[in-house]
């Protein structure tokens, strides 16, 4: 069987964004300041530790976000960025190359996406399966 996987790695400034409008719409932003590291490491699961020093105080604190949490921060960057992601497709967080990776995995399983068509008098013909020939009416 045939099988698709994509992988989406995300660059440090980009997993930034994402976890912190995950914090900020989970009503727990994270505090402002200087981010002094960034690790992605596997414990229970893909994990990311981001250290920074809190603006004002100068403390460091080092802020733990767990494999679901950063999934879920991947796949809403995604979608603000209008990256399309299959709905059907298997979904999980890598590593790689020390950055973190979110990657779509699509089977021969999955139906095919279904799209609406222009029909000759170009109104809308409803859902029809892109693997459908459609023919001009003669």
């Known amino acids: 069987m045939l099988k698709e996987i994509r992988q989406i790695i995300f660059p440090e400034p980009d997993l930034l964004d994402a976890l912190t409008a995950l914090r900020k719409k989970q009503g727990v932003p994270i505090p402002a300041g200087t981010v002094k590291s960034v690790a992605i490491r596997e414990g229970s699961g893909v994990e990311a ?13 080092e802020i733990q976000f767990r494999s679901a949490e950063l999934a879920a921060a991947m796949l809403a960057h995604c979608l603000r960025s209008k990256i399309p992601l299959p709905r059907g ?37 409803g859902p029809q399966s892109h693997m459908r020939p459609q023919t001009a009416p003669t």
Do not use: C, M, Y
């Not at 399983?109 to 799209?115: G, K, L, S, W």
């Open 49 to 61: 530790f981001v250290t920074l020093e809190v603006a004002g105080s100068g403390k460091e604190v």
């Open 89 to 125: 497709a298997h979904k999980s967080v890598e590593i790689f190359d020390e950055k973190a990776g979110l990657v779509i995995t699509l089977d021969g399983t999955q139906a095919p996406p279904r799209q609406k068509v222009q029909t000759a008098n170009g109104k809308a013909a």
